[in-house]
Every structure is written in C-alpha cells, then in structure tokens.
C-alpha cells in the first residue's frame, strides 16, 4: 500500500522540505575552495537543529552525519571528513534530510564550486532539468514509470547515463517508502499516481557509464569510470492536475 497524505500532513511535509531548502542555500554559501566536508555538515547541524528539527540523516541506518556529501566522481552517500577538502572545479553534491512533527524532508542539490569545466556544468544542468521533467509527471492518473522515462530520456538524449542501483522513494513518516521511484522505465507502467502522495524524485546521472561502485567505508558509492555524477532531488506531493514540488532551489539558485 502507498499512503495518501490528508492536507494537513502535506502542509508538514512542506514544512519540513522548505527548511532542507534552506539548509541547501545556507551550506552553500559555505563551499569554497579550502573548506572541508565536515565544516559543510556542521553549518547544516546546526542550521537545522536552529530551525526546530533533526537531522535525518544522522544515526539513519548507521550514518555518521547530518548531510551526504559526494564530490566529484562520488554518487551518493559520501561521509563528511575534516580530511576531504573541497577544491576549485569541484562538483560537490549535498544531500540532506530533516524530521519535524512527525515527518521527514529530503532533498540534494549539486553545487558547482568556483570554475568548472563547461562540460561538467551542462551534466549538473542536464540533470537538474532530468529532475524537474520527472517532477512534471507526478499528477495523479499517470505512472511511476511516466516520471521514471522522462528523466532517463532526458538524460540519455544528452549522452549521460543514469544510475541503477539507487533509486527514489516515497517519504512521509518514514525517511523511505513505498513506492519505488526509479530514474529509469517505461511508460504508463508501474504504481499508479493518485492525488496525496508524496515522492522523491532523485535522479543520479553519470557523465559516463551508469556503473557504480561501492566503497569500503560502507557508504560511498563512486562511478566505476571516475568521471563525474551529479544528484539533485525534489519531494513532490502528486496532484490532480499539476505536481505540487514541496522542494525548492529558489533560495540556492536567486
Ligand atoms: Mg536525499
Ligand atoms: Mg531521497
């Protein structure tokens, strides 16, 4: 079963993804050349624990901190390190969660830090749109496979490849639920789309091939070819006629 949320349990939602937002802007502002990882996810600590909430990643199935950060050639789930310095033409990805009232936030965007190489930005560009055509799917009668297409082909018709092994998910109560929401499929198939629930849409493209690896400290996923990923990430409540995108870049990107 896929819950519906009522409208006051979407408000809380909101809530809680309006703060990631913001926790997203306030970490970047702090991204430059020199910092590292670990200053990146104290300033996130902090902020959130400032604003109400708990990080929700920290302790999460073992995670040792408040924010993902994956740099470069990293994915998803890089564990913040005083050691991991943050170097000009980077690509850093910050993923972060919170849990307030009741319900979870979860959103990730990808932050170019200083010069980067045109070709990396139009991945990190390329993405961010994937993400968004993927978000305009999300209305109630279509299909998980509908969000899941649109942001493959988007990303394939621009030579990237998209990451199998890590996927969306549905959020609410729980940091993860049912349904799966893949970056990959197939039209008009998968769990129907109804009006109340509440997705995350998070594609992860690779500028090369699609494989992965995982780590040793447990957490780190990296492409196999080392060459670049990006990762950016909306909660979207499904609508009757239009998605209702719970996340925004607004305080990042203005
Ligand atoms: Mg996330
Ligand atoms: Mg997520």
């Known amino acids: 079963m896929i819950d519906l949320k009522t409208e006051e349990e979407i408000e809380l939602l909101r809530e809680n993804n309006q703060l990631v937002s913001k926790t997203l802007a306030e970490v970047g502002k702090h991204i430059r050349p020199g910092v590292s990882t670990a200053y990146l996810d104290k300033i996130a600590e902090d902020y959130i624990r400032a604003n109400g909430a708990i990080p929700a990643f920290l302790g999460y199935g073992g995670f040792p901190a408040t924010l993902c950060v994956s740099v470069n050639d990293e994915v998803v789930h890089g564990i913040p390190s005083e050691k991991r310095i943050i170097r000009e033409g980077d690509i ?23 010069e980067v190489a045109p070709e990396v930005l139009n991945l990190l560009k390329v993405t961010e749109e994937a993400l968004r055509k993927g978000a305009e799917q999300a209305v109630a009668g279509r299909r998980i496979g509908d969000i899941s297409y649109a942001v493959q082909e988007h990303a394939e018709s621009h030579g990237y490849s998209v990451v199998r092994e890590l996927i969306g998910h549905g959020l609410g109560k729980q940091l993860h639920m049912k349904p799966d929401v893949p970056n990959y499929g197939v039209r008009g198939r998968g769990p129907l789309l109804k009006k109340g629930m509440v997705i995350c849409i998070e594609p992860m493209i690779n ?28 909660a ?15 305080f990042i990107e203005n």
Do not use: Q
């Open 92 to 114: 850093v990805s910050i993923d972060c969660g919170t849990f307030m009232k009741g319900f979870y936030g979860d959103s990730a965007y990808t932050f170019a830090v200083g």
């Open 236 to 250: 979207v409540a499904v609508g009757e006629k239009t998605p209702d995108i719970l996340t925004t870049f607004e």
């Open 207 to 234: 500028m090369g091939k699609k494989n992965v690896v995982f780590e040793s400290d447990g957490w780190t996923v990296r492409t196999a070819d080392r060459k670049p990923s990006a990762h950016f990430e909306f």
